[in-house]
């Protein structure tokens, strides 16, 4: 039998390799359009105050990456229907996922504004500090990019907190600022220019 030669196999290959990303990239259309459906859905049945339905209209919660609308969605619901500890439950794994995030004031009521509020002051020390350990641990191994990143974060999770917990907070605060200094990728000097040699004089 004769060999395929290997520009054919390597073809072979990229045929392969190019339907595969085209079946992932519909898949990954399908799963927006299924997003999208699912949050319509949950919204429509909460202003119908049909909580129970909203609730069991949700993807459930099985470890995935927590959605910040599907969340508060969660949390508005059990609120509502008198399920306090499942709330703040549901809260905490939003801002676990997503510690700089807080819901405008203007889209959702004082209540959850409050809840936010609590569950952010309880958590967001940690995370600070699980967060500026990180970042120092990258500064370490010269990864200047995700240090410096994860000291403005630290940074970040800090100055948003209240100024009791904020004030607990300042020597992190004052040590992750001077790291996010030091981390800062600083562009390369200029090479300095080379001095002409002058010409040589004629004879």
Known sequence: MKSRSPFAIALVFLLIHSVGNAAQGIERVLDLAQVAGDIDRVRTLYVAAAYEEAL????????????????????????????????????????????????????????????FAGVRTKLLPDIAKRTYVDAKAAYETKNREVAHAGFGRAVQLIDSLPEAEKNGLADLRLLAGEFLELSAVRPAAAPSPVPEKPAPKPS
């Open 56 to 115: 069991a209209a949700m993807p459930a919660v099985n470890g995935a990456p927590v959605r910040t609308d599907i969340e508060q969605y969660r949390a508005l619901c059990l609120l509502a229907l008198g399920r306090e500890e499942e709330a703040v439950a549901a809260v905490e794994r939003l801002v676990r996922d997503h510690p700089t995030f807080f819901p405008p004031a203007g889209e959702t009521s004082p209540r959850m504004q409050n809840l």
